[in-house]
C-alpha cells in the first residue's frame, strides 16, 4: 500500500486562484449526484446558539467512493465568523486538508444555487430579482449568471444606500445591467428568477408577489428565529426542494410552520432533482431552500484539494506524533 500523500493547509488565497464558480458548480452538481445514488452522506447539520444571535455551526459528510469525509465549523458572531473546512482519507482516517473556508463557503453557496436554478427555472430566463445585499449576495447573483442569460438585475433591501451599492457592485463585477428599486414586490414584479438572500426575521415575500413560472432561491434563513417566504407561496409550488431535506424539517421555521403535520414528501431533495427523480405536483413555482450541507463542501473541498495537488499549492502539515499520557497524578 502507497504513504498518503502530505496533509495541506490551504488558503483563502489559494481557494480562490484555484476555483472558479463555473467549476464549483459542476463540483457540487456531482456530489448531489453522488449523494442521489447513494455514494455520497450527509452528517445532518447542528447549530448552537448564545448571545445576541451568535451560533455555532457544523456540517460534513462523507463520500468513500471519492475516498474522502469532511467537516465544516464556524462560529457566526457579530464580529465575524473564521470557518474551516477539515477533509480526511475515508479509509485510513488520516488528516488530507485544512482549508480556511470562507471564499470556499460562499462558492459553495452560489454554487449550489446554481445547480439549482440549472435544473429548475426556465432556460431563457434573462432577468433576476435578489432580495437582499449582504456579503453573500454577489455570489448568488454570480451563480444565477453562470446559468442563465442575465440581461437585467433588480436589487431590494431595507437600506438604500447599501442596495445602491450592491447594484453598482453587480454591474461592476459583472457587468450585468442593475437597479436598486424601493420594495420586494417591485423588485421581483415579473421576474422569472427571485433569489433570497437576507436575515429576515419575519416572512417578506407574499405569494401574489410572484409572477407564473418564477423559480425561488430561499437562501437566507438557516435558523428557526429567521424567515423569508409566507406560506402560500410553497402552496403555489409544483416542486419543492432542499439541499438537505431532514435541515428543513428541523431548522426551517417557514417549513415547519407550514407542513406542520403535512405530507412533508412534498419536499424533495436536490439530489432527486439531478437525478430526475423528483415529481412534480399541481402548481405553477419551483423553490429550492438552501440550509447548508456537508456534501457540497465536501464537494467543493474535495476539487479544491485535487487542484491543490496539481498545482503544488498549500502548505504541508507535519504528520501529528502520537504521545504517550501520563496518568500518574500531577
Known amino acids: 500500500m502507497s504513504e498518503p500523500a502530505a496533509a495541506r493547509w490551504i488558503s483563502e488565497a489559494e481557494v480562490v486562484a484555484l476555483l472558479d464558480l463555473r467549476s464549483a458548480i459542476d463540483a ?24 445576541d444571535g451568535e ?15 469532511g467537516s465544516k465549523t464556524w462560529a457566526h458572531t457579530a464580529g465575524g465568523a473564521t470557518p474551516m473546512l477539515l477533509l480526511f482519507d475515508a479509509a485510513r ?45 454577489l455570489a448568488q447573483v454570480a451563480a444565477v449568471a453562470a446559468v442563465r442569460p442575465l440581461r437585467r438585475v433588480r436589487v431590494h433591501s431595507p437600506d438604500g444606500g447599501h442596495r445602491a451599492a450592491f447594484a453598482a457592485q ?12 424601493d420594495s420586494v414586490r417591485a423588485a ?13 426575521r419575519e ?30 407561496v410553497l402552496e403555489r409550488c409544483a416542486l ?34 439531478v437525478s430526475g427523480t423528483a415529481p412534480r405536483r399541481t402548481g405553477d413555482l419551483t423553490l429550492f431552500k438552501a440550509m447548508g450541507m456537508g456534501i457540497s463542501d465536501l464537494a467543493v473541498g474535495l476539487e479544491i484539494l485535487q487542484r491543490a495537488r496539481r498545482a503544488g499549492a498549500g502548505r504541508p502539515i507535519p504528520p501529528p506524533v502520537k504521545a504517550q499520557i501520563d496518568w500518574r497524578p500531577r
Open 188 to 200: 421581483v414584479a415579473g421576474a422569472p428568477i427571485v433569489t433570497l438572500v437576507t436575515r429576515a
Open 93 to 137: 482516517g488520516g488528516l488530507l486538508a485544512v482549508i480556511e473556508a470562507f471564499a470556499l463557503g460562499q462558492l459553495r453557496t452560489g454554487a449550489v444555487s446554481g445547480v439549482a436554478t440549472r435544473w429548475l427555472s426556465a432556460e431563457a430566463a434573462d432577468e433576476l430579482a435578489v432580495i437582499g445585499s449582504g456579503k453573500q449576495a
Open 28 to 51: 457540487v452538481e456531482r456530489g448531489l449526484a453522488a449523494e442521489a445514488r447513494g455514494a455520497a452522506h450527509n452528517m445532518l447539520k447542528t447549530h448552537v446558539g448564545w448571545g
Open 55 to 69: 451560533t455555532l455551526h457544523a456540517i460534513g459528510a462523507v463520500w468513500p467512493d471519492a475516498g474522502v469525509a
Open 240 to 273: 419543492v426542494a432542499a439541499d438537505s431535506v431532514p435541515s428543513v424539517q428541523l431548522l426551517s421555521r417557514e417549513f415547519r410552520d407550514y407542513y406542520g403535520s403535512r405530507d412533508w414528501s412534498a419536499v424533495v431533495s436536490l439530489g432527486q432533482v
Open 170 to 181: 453587480v454591474r461592476a463585477a459583472l457587468g450585468l445591467a442593475a437597479e436598486a428599486v
Open 203 to 232: 416572512p417578506f415575500l407574499a405569494a401574489d408577489m410572484l409572477a407564473p413560472g418564477c423559480h425561488v432561491n430561499a437562501v437566507g434563513a438557516i435558523t428557526p428565529e429567521r424567515a423569508e417566504l409566507d406560506g402560500a
